[in-house]
T-cell receptor, first 115, second 114 residues
Framework: DPKIIQKPKYLVAVTGSEKILICEQY?????MYWYRQSAKKPLEFMFS???????DNQTASSRFQPQSSKKNHLDLQITALKPDDSATYFC??????????????FGAGTRLSVL | GDSVTQTEGLVTVTEGLPVKLNCTYQ???????FFWYVQYLNEAPQVLLK???DNKRTEHQGFHATLHKSSSSFHLQKSSAQLSDSALYYC????WGTGSKLSFGKGAKLTVSP
């Protein structure tokens, strides 16, 4: 059974709309992340959270807003969608944010297409 | 900052022959950890190898890599490629100053042909 659940698996949106990508992890991890993968920039880091607190934000646009309602949840809200936002969005988690041997585990991704 | 360079975007090798995927890096931090991730078609990236020890060979699933800080490299190798090895391979770096965030290379698509 997958330990990191991302919903939906596929998402089609129209330009200008708003969508929320869901991520839940059942690994008991304390840190969660969002990465984006597109043809132009494979596996690009977006956000990192530790104990529901934002640790790092490499996304220039405020249209991308992570939301953490529980320690094992990290959703991604995207507003005013643009065709350039089309990508696969991966959620990931690690045992802790700090740690010499931490490994990132990825969910299956949400493939977003913006028309 | 950190940067990871994977020079080959597409690699094709015949089944049974050796394969090597190159990875070099630049970082402003002295202490680092390195990873190789593999991503099969329509699946999530998954860790293949990891290392933080200089000059120590790390092996998993027939693949091996050795971190060489002197040459800033962490190349991935396998002595005999299998059809099932066809996938996208990412080299990734983590610097201690950035927590557990990974910086990935552009990836190398490996195709193993019969």
């Amino acid at each position: 059974d997958p330990k990191i659940i991302q919903k939906p698996k596929y998402l089609v949106a129209v330009t200008g709309s708003e969508k929320i990508l869901i991520c839940e992890q059942y690994l008991g991890h304390n840190a969660m992340y969002w990465y984006r993968q597109s043809a132009k920039k494979p596996l690009e880091f977006m956000f990192s959270y530790s104990y529901q607190k934002l640790m790092d934000n490499q996304t220039a646009s405020s249209r991308f807003q992570p939301q953490s309602s529980k320690k094992n949840h990290l959703d991604l809200q995207i507003t005013a969608l643009k065709p350039d936002d089309s990508a696969t969005y991966f959620c990931a988690s690690s045992q802790d944010f700090w740690g010499s041997q931490n490994t990132l585990y990825f969910g299956a991704g949400t493939r977003l297409s913006v028309l | 900052g950190d940067s990871v360079t994977q020079t080959e975007g597409l690699v094709t090798v015949t089944e049974g022959l050796p394969v090597k995927l190159n990875c070099t890096y630049q970082t402003t931090y002295l202490t680092i950890a390195f990873f190789w991730y593999v991503q099969y078609l329509n699946e999530a990236p998954q860790v293949l190898l990891k290392s933080s020890t200089d000059n120590k060979r790390t092996e998993h699933q027939g693949f091996h890599a050795t971190l060489h800080k002197s040459s800033s490299s962490f190349h991935l190798q396998k002595s005999s490629a299998q059809l099932s090895d066809s996938a996208l391979y990412y080299c990734a770096l983590r610097s201690w100053g950035t927590g557990s965030k990974l910086s990935f290379g552009k990836g190398a698509k490996l195709t193993v042909s019969p």
